[in-house]
Each structure stands twice: as C-alpha cells, then as structure tokens.
C-alpha cells in the first residue's frame, strides 16, 4: 500500500517537473525529477521491519501428560503454570515447590 502511494507520489512529481522542463524552468523540472527517483528510492529501498512474535504454547504434549508433585506427588494443574523468562513453571497448590517443564528433544 505504501509502496503504491510512493508510486503515486513520484508519479506526480516527475509529471509536475516534466511540465517545468516544457515551460522553460529546467531548474525546477530536475529537482522534482530528483524529488521523484527519491521517493522511489526511499519506497523501494527500505527494509521491512520483521516482527518477530514469541509464542509460548501450553497445551498439546504438556496438557495430555498427567503432571505430579515430585515432592508431595499432588496432581499439578494447568492453571498453577507460569511462564517466566520463556520457560514454562509449575507451582504445586499443595507444598508450594515449583518446577520448570522442559521441553522434550525432538530428534
Ligand atoms: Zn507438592
């Protein structure tokens, strides 16, 4: 979209200069031919800016094991989980003790 918009643009500066080359101002019409190829230039050249979203899923694998205390061996539910820091935490509601599920290797 911004792309067409800077086509439209430029599109118009260079018709606008055009119009001063005709007419005599030769100055003019070239700054605008600049003005033009710059627009393009600025348009076509930059970057896009990559957003790069972290998702931390908890379900799939995780929810179909049955999670149990090591400590006190009380079921552990999905609703006690934590995300801290990327990694995924486990607080037992019984003892408190907080574990860190880790992720199987998948090779
Ligand atoms: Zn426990």
């Avoid at 079921?75 to 003790?97: N, Q, T, W």
Wanted: hydrophobic letters at 50%; charged letters at 20%.
């Amino acid at each position: 979209m911004e792309k067409v918009l800077a086509l439209i643009f430029s599109f118009i500066a260079f018709v606008i200069g055009l119009a001063f080359l005709i007419t005599g101002r030769v100055a003019l019409g070239l700054l605008l031919f600049a003005v033009a190829l710059g627009i393009l230039f600025l348009a076509y050249r930059r970057k896009e800016t990559v957003i790069v979203e972290q998702k931390v899923e908890i379900g799939g694998d995780v929810s179909s094991q049955l999670l149990k205390c090591r400590n006190c061996g009380a079921e552990l539910k999905k609703d006690s989980m934590e995300v801290k820091l990327g990694a995924v935490f486990i607080s037992c509601p019984y003892c408190h003790s907080q574990y860190q599920l880790e992720e199987e290797p998948k090779w």
